[in-house]
């Protein structure tokens, strides 16, 4: 909350220097407005760049030492004994008096030491805020200040606002790019580690999936099978179910939306459609476990058809519910995309609406269409909130929409859990299955975007 405080007044403080600064610029342009280089505004964003970034990049590289340089100040302030324990229960200790000084419950250490060394802790890192602060709040003054000076009528300030925003945008991209990289350098090693344990054909191959190990050689029922064609099998149903759902309504609703309704009744019938997708995932979980399972076991009942309380039917009907707007909102831009000419043709040799929609407009933003099918098939098969409520935890193989499965989104989030170490091939198959599942959704994507980039070449 401090930082946030101390960004705000480093924003304000940065306004302050937009305006000042292209004030300047107007009074020494005087009676002459032509005889500056730029416009007044790109003077204001210079002297406000120069209030903002300096201190910004103090306060970033503050904030990625600060905990580094707090904590060994606090190591050296423990007792001897405790600076000679291992690594491994000396971070214990140094988590215990981080968690101290947050709370401030100092009573509840274990130990007086302890409690001495978390209140140390709040005393040096509020030492270290207020000389923060005030370094970068001079410095912000400063380089507003500098900025003021440095502004005359010929200085360049558009092309150095513009390249340091050119900066900021490669920056980001680069950032972006690394990240992806860091994602999946660091699934690629956790999962060549898993299958130099597993046969990577026991994986891909396997119908039996338990992944719990042995702790001991007499130890009975956790044998550790990685077999993952269950959680594949389990993944695909619950995709198809839900795409069968939501695929239709989503392109009915898309259709009728672009080509029938009035404008009127679209401005606000659209938007209220997509409210859906601002849903978070976790209610819809909630409604499928309290709503959407129990009507469908109900009517289950009266049909004298078994359906499991958790089942395959429920999590597929409330996440295709979920992907109605997502295919919706692209087939109706595709669809709207589609010129007028081809429907104006089409009504001119004869053609009624319906004929039209059909014949004309559809086969035109056909691959449009497949293209968000294929990004939505990938949303359906990430999704976890609603399957971990709706779907159960059981590893089955089978077809059956009636019975519980699990996903590999599921399995995941299941084997990752709690305090784990990353040495066992329980752990380092959640690795092996992101992987799997981020090959498969970059697949999608990929033919998705091919699709749609023919889309655009053939009917811009």
């Known amino acids: 909350m401090q930082v946030l405080v101390l960004l705000l ?29 730029s416009l007044p505004d790109y003077y204001g964003y210079y002297v406000a760049l120069w209030c903002g970034l300096p201190a910004l990049a103090l306060i970033v590289l503050w904030l990625s ?65 207020a000389a923060m602060a005030a370094l970068a709040l001079s410095l912000c003054v400063a380089g507003g200040l500098l900025g003021l000076r440095i502004i005359h009528p010929k200085l360049r300030a558009r092309n150095q606002v513009e390249t340091v925003v050119k900066l900021f945008l490669i920056a980001s991209s680069t950032a972006a790019i690394f990240t992806t990289i860091g994602i999946v350098l660091s699934l690629l090693f956790e999962s060549l580690r898993f299958f130099s344990m597993i046969p990577i054909t026991n994986f891909l191959f396997g119908l039996d999936w338990s992944p719990q190990m042995a702790m001991r050689a007499d130890q009975v029922g956790a044998s550790g099978a990685f077999g993952a064609v269950p959680l594949f099998t389990g993944t695909l149903l619950i995709s198809v179910i839900a795409m069968l759902v939501a695929t239709p309504i989503g392109l009915m609703s898309a259709i009728y939306m672009a080509e029938y309704a009035h404008p009127k009744f679209r401005a606000v019938a659209k938007p209220l459609l997509e409210v859906l997708a601002g849903i978070p995932t976790v209610v819809y979980g909630f409604f499928a476990v309290l709503t959407v399972a129990p009507f469908l076991r109900e009517l289950g009942d009266i049909l004298h058809i078994d359906i499991a309380s958790e089942s395959a039917l429920a999590t597929g009907v409330v996440m295709g519910i979920m992907i109605i707007p997502f295919i919706s909102s692209l087939s109706d831009d595709v669809l709207t995309a589609v010129p007028d000419s081809l429907r104006q043709g089409a009504y001119g040799l004869g053609a009624t609406r319906s004929e039209t929609i059909k014949q004309v407009v559809m086969p035109a933003a056909l691959p449009g269409i497949v293209g968000g099918l294929l990004l939505a098939v990938s949303r359906a098969i990430g999704e976890t909130m609603i399957v971990v409520m709706a779907a159960g935890l059981s590893a089955r193989l089978t077809a059956n ?16 859990v709690g305090d784990q170490e990353f040495d066992s091939p329980k752990t380092l198959s959640a690795f092996a299955l992101g992987l799997v599942l981020f090959v498969v959704t970059l697949i999608l994507n990929v033919v998705a975007l091919h699709v749609v980039r023919k889309y655009r070449e053939k009917y811009d």
């Not at 480093?10 to 292209?22: E, H, P, T």
């Not at 008096?97 to 802790?121: D, E, H, T, Y």
């Not at 009636?402 to 995941?412: C, G, L, N, P, Y």
Request: aromatic content about 4%.
């Open 65 to 129: 030492l600060d905990g580094t340089l707090l904590q060994m100040l606090v190591e050296r302030a423990l007792p001897v004994q405790t600076q000679a324990l291992p690594a491994s229960q000396l971070a214990l200790v140094m988590n215990e008096v981080r968690n101290l000084a947050q709370s401030g419950m100092f009573s509840q250490a274990s130990s007086p030491a302890i409690a001495k060394a978390a209140i140390q802790f709040n005393n040096l890192h509020a030492i270290s805020f």
């Open 401 to 416: 929409p009636f019975e519980a499965v699990t996903t590999v989104t599921v399995q995941i989030v299941t084997l990752l």
């Open 9 to 37: 007044v480093l924003l304000i403080l940065s306004i302050v220097g937009f305006r000042l600064g292209r004030g300047r610029a107007v009074r020494v342009a005087g009676s002459k407005p032509g005889t500056l280089h």
